[in-house]
């Protein structure tokens, strides 16, 4: 394990859910594992961007600290915010995931990255690099708005929003 990663306690998002009830948020979109690790928790740490990753690379290239990040990219299928390198970054760096409202691509790279991914899907073609984006702001995912700094809770039945860890 990356030095500098949180050790977080697995939490099962349908635990947390009946745990917590309306103190948390379902993401509601059917987002894909792509990652090497399919269950995650941590901190969010936020971006908007469109079709564009020059941030995506810029914040996965910082300790991530076990942190999550999260990237509002509008739903876009045009072009891929993440592939194998940008991956292998935030695995070495200590990413605990990147939950991405958009496309990636290089999947059999990011499968063996020690870091959990969920997109809507792949798409071949590379970003434009124009340092377009916003980081560290208040997003929206399928209505649901994402803070910096929530809790982000993600496994195979989904991803799950909370101001604080739960506690189970």
Same mark, same amino acid.
């Given at each position: 394990?990356?030095?500098?990663?949180?050790?977080?306690?697995?939490?099962?998002?349908?635990?947390?859910?009946?745990?917590?009830?309306?103190?948390?948020?379902?993401?509601?979109?059917?987002?894909?594992?792509?990652?090497?690790?399919?269950?995650?928790?941590?901190?969010?740490?936020?971006?908007?961007?469109?079709?564009?990753?020059?941030?995506?690379?810029?914040?996965? $290239?910082?300790? /991530?600290? %076990?942190? +999550?990040? @999260?990237?509002?990219?509008? #739903?876009?299928?045009? &072009?891929?915010?993440?592939?194998?390198?940008?991956?292998?970054?935030?695995?070495?760096?200590?990413?605990?995931?990147?939950?991405?409202?958009?496309?990636?691509?290089?999947?059999?790279?990011?499968?063996?990255?020690?870091?959990?991914?969920?997109?809507?899907?792949?798409?071949?073609?590379?970003? $434009?690099?124009? /340092?377009? %984006?916003? +980081?560290? @702001?208040?997003?929206?995912? #399928?209505?649901?708005? &994402?803070?910096?700094?929530?809790?982000?809770?993600?496994?195979?039945?989904?991803?799950?929003?909370?101001?604080?860890?739960?506690?189970?």
């Amino acid at each position: 394990m990356p030095l500098g990663r949180i050790i977080t306690p697995k939490l099962a998002t349908a635990d947390v859910c009946d745990a917590m009830g309306d103190a948390v948020s379902v993401l509601p979109v059917d987002f894909h594992d792509y990652g090497g690790t399919l269950d995650f928790a941590g901190p969010a740490v936020t971006l908007k961007t469109l079709d564009d990753n020059t941030k995506v690379r810029a914040l996965l $290239e910082t300790k /991530g600290e %076990g942190r +999550v990040l @999260v990237v509002d990219g509008g #739903g876009s299928s045009r &072009v891929a915010l993440l592939g194998g390198n940008l991956a292998g970054l935030a695995a070495k760096n200590g990413w605990e995931g990147i939950v991405i409202y958009g496309r990636v691509r290089d999947q059999h790279e990011l499968a063996r990255e020690d870091v959990g991914i969920k997109a809507l899907g792949s798409c071949p073609q590379k970003s $434009e690099k124009l /340092g377009r %984006g916003q +980081v560290n @702001v208040e997003i929206a995912i #399928g209505g649901v708005t &994402v803070h910096p700094g929530n809790w982000v809770i993600a496994d195979a039945d989904g991803v799950v929003i909370s101001k604080e860890l739960p506690s189970l």
